[in-house]
Nanobody
Framework: QVQVVESGGGLVQSGGSLRLSCAASGSIRSINAMGWYRQAPGKERELVAHIHSVGSTTYADSVKGRFTISRDNAKNTVYLQMNSLKPEDTAVYYC???????????????WGQGTQVIVSS
């Protein structure tokens, strides 16, 4: 089994900062990519940022220059530093990880339960 657990969400004022963490645990042989997605009320889930095991990153245009994704491969953990937050960043933030389990021959994507971020104006 593999578990993915996010933490660090909360309520912050516009212009403030939050740091989200996401840890994958369980029967993990290796992790390829890890990513952060978000879903606002009434909207579809969208990519926020994505990071490969070798460190290459991708960001949504709406967060470039404000958010930074990073990871600690030894801890199977990915972080999302969010600065200059705006009310439109309000959403549930989800983490995922592309995991190769011991005994498996292919990677599978696992999702966390999400953490709420609310940015007040």
């Amino acid at each position: 089994q593999v578990q993915v657990v996010e933490s660090g969400g909360g309520l912050v004022q516009s212009g403030g900062s939050l740091r989200l963490s996401c840890a994958a645990s369980g029967s993990i042989r290796s992790i390829n990519a890890m990513g952060w997605y978000r879903q606002a009320p009434g909207k579809e889930r969208e990519l926020v940022a994505h990071i490969h095991s070798v460190g290459s990153t991708t960001y949504a245009d709406s967060v470039k220059g404000r958010f930074t994704i990073s990871r600690d491969n030894a801890k199977n953990t990915v972080y999302l530093q969010m600065n200059s937050l705006k009310p439109e960043d309000t959403a549930v933030y989800y983490c995922n990880a592309d995991v190769l389990r011991y005994g498996s021959v292919s990677f599978r994507t696992y999702w966390g339960q999400g953490t709420q971020v609310i940015v007040s104006s």
